[in-house]
């Protein structure tokens, strides 16, 4: 199975911010919904497979909701959809090569935020409330629990924990940037996402489905869902921007250069 070198999806990555940066709005905002929806049918399927599981089985059913929530990422990579947390990659990446401006980062970030969050509330409300995916016996307990353990940590513990989980989750877009197959884009995407969920990291837009779906049964306040918010969009941005967009870049920034000027020369003499 072929994949392509670090330098090389450096370069891929690059492509993929610039193009984000001239999407057309309409374009993002629908993407964007389905990101936002995608993300949270990985989580309900998670809570689904794991919520009746015995008490016994410890942090062995920890393992078999990550295995299964990478369905997500895996519909946004292969099928087509916008990803804030992912987008806090490849925007940066492209920003720093000069083939993106900030005005465009923010733009985007924000149109996909919003759809993001759009998406992920009409899987929580439709799916979990209406349908009633998440408010029965076991899945509502479970829903809940996540959620609790969500809203309890304080700023700096959520910050950290968000660092962590988009560090995970852009390594895992930067590694399907590395293979050019179906197959060894599901396996790249699969081992990152499965660590952070396993390890029970922040990530903003799943907290968008799980966080609202808890307080469509009763439980909590948009105002206990805003308290997550702040501090785990900080630092999921921070874990894609800074600990792989920046680190690669800086370390091939000589080639994406040169990469950069290649294709200036080829569009002038076209």
């Known amino acids: 199975m072929a994949f392509h070198s670090s330098q090389r999806i450096a370069e891929l990555a690059v492509d993929a911010g610039a193009k984000k940066a001239f999407m057309r709005a309409e374009h993002a905002l629908l993407l964007g919904f389905l990101g936002g929806a995608f993300i949270a049918l990985g989580f309900l399927l998670d809570i689904r497979v794991i919520a009746d599981l015995p008490k016994e089985w410890g942090t062995f059913s920890s393992l078999l909701g990550g295995a299964v929530f990478p369905v997500g990422l895996m519909l946004i990579i292969i099928a087509g959809g ?13 920003v720093l090569a000069k083939r993106a401006t900030l005005a465009q980062l923010g733009r985007n970030w924000l149109l996909v935020l919003i759809s993001n969050f759009i998406g992920a509330i009409f899987v929580a409300y439709f799916f979990g409330h209406i349908v009633g995916l998440t408010e029965s016996g076991p899945f509502l307990t479970k829903t809940v629990a996540i959620a609790q353990a969500k809203i309890d940590e304080t700023f700096i513990k959520t910050l950290i924990s968000a660092i962590g989980c988009n ?3 852009c390594l895992g877009v930067w590694l399907a940037y590395g293979a050019d197959d179906i197959g060894g884009k599901i396996l790249a995407i699969w081992f990152p996402i499965m660590g952070f969920v396993a390890i029970g990291f922040q990530h903003v837009v799943a907290n968008m489905f799980v966080i ?3 307080i469509f049964a009763g439980h909590f306040t948009w105002a206990d869902y805003i308290g997550n918010f702040i501090p785990v969009v900080i630092g999921n941005a921070i874990g894609g921007g800074v600990f792989v967009a920046l680190i690669y870049w800086t370390v091939h920034k000589d080639s994406l250069q040169l990469s950069s000027k290649a294709k200036s020369s080829i569009k002038k003499a076209s």
């Open 167 to 169: 560090w995970l989750v």
């Open 212 to 214: 609202p779906a808890a």
């Open 82 to 94: 916008e990803l804030l947390t992912g987008n806090m990659m490849a925007l940066p990446i492209a």
